[in-house]
């Protein structure tokens, strides 16, 4: 999918995040482009871009875990 959260209203947002959570809870392998940093509950893997490269590749933990990529890419301090 191809950011599934674009134009959406949060409410709506949680929504599509709670269908996700059962299609991949029945064992459905998704591939999801997306900004929005609640879809990482969904995550098993993340691939971070920088212009067309791939900048980071891990698990959710380890991204959380680079002070680096959290600044860069989510704004979070």
Do not use: H, W
Not at 6 to 33: H, K, T, W, Y
Not at 46 to 57: H, K, M, P, Q
């Amino acid at each position: 999918m191809d950011e599934p959260s674009a134009g959406l209203s949060p409410l709506f947002v949680g929504q599509v995040i709670e269908v996700l959570n059962r299609f991949r809870a029945s064992g459905l392998a998704m591939l999801i482009a997306e900004q929005n940093t609640a879809f990482l509950d969904l995550a098993d893997r993340v691939f971070t871009l920088d212009a067309g490269r791939i900048r980071f590749e891990g698990s959710v933990k380890a991204l959380e875990a680079d002070d680096s990529l959290r600044r860069t890419y989510f704004g979070l301090a």
